[in-house]
């Protein structure tokens, strides 16, 4: 396992558990969401955002958490390993939710200068993280089993955790 990538719905887990990971390999974090997101929540071009990542994974390893579909031609290409975080819906809701409501009572910048904070008035607006897991949760599901199954993945071992148990259980054999 030298290039991974963690994928997994919005708030199942994927950046600590990519962290962790990245700690036990010795190897770089990177996180598609700090490449991403520009002051103000503006987003980058699409080759500024792609470039960002090839100059971050042109290295002998590295751990990538993040579900931009769009990326995945760059960073699957050269993967060897693919996580899955795949817990239950109402776990990865209520983390989602405890996450942002700590963010916003803290008041935290989530990607240094970006100015970039959770609010209160974003976790329910339109532009909400929780919205977003709704909308998204299923369609995820169906799309990871689909790319998994996909022959062009064939060189690329496959995780699939359901669990926060699965999840300690893969770190501690590393």
Known sequence: MKKVVVIGTTGSGKSTFANKLAVKLSSPYIQLDKLFWKPNWQWPS?????????NEIDKESWIVDGNYTRTQAITWTD???????????????Y??????????????????N?????????????????LWL?????????KY???????????????????????????SKI
């Not at 993967?79 to 809701?93: H, S």
């Not at 022959?151 to 496959?158: K, N, R």
């Open 145 to 171: 089993k689909d790319k998994i199954s996909n022959p062009l993945h064939h060189h690329i071992t496959f995780h699939n955790l359901k669990s926060r148990k699965d999840m300690e259980e893969f770190l």
């Open 114 to 130: 970006t100015g970039n904070r959770e609010s209160f008035g974003r976790m329910f607006s339109k532009d909400s993280i929780l």
């Open 79 to 93: 993967a060897d390993t693919v996580i899955w975080i795949d817990l239950p819906f109402w776990l990865t809701f």
């Open 95 to 112: 983390q989602c939710f405890t996450r942002s409501f700590k963010r916003a009572l803290s008041n935290e910048e989530l990607w240094p």
């Open 134 to 142: 709704f909308k998204t949760y299923d369609a995820n599901k169906k």
């Open 46 to 54: 699409e080759e500024e955002f792609f470039q960002a990542i090839r």
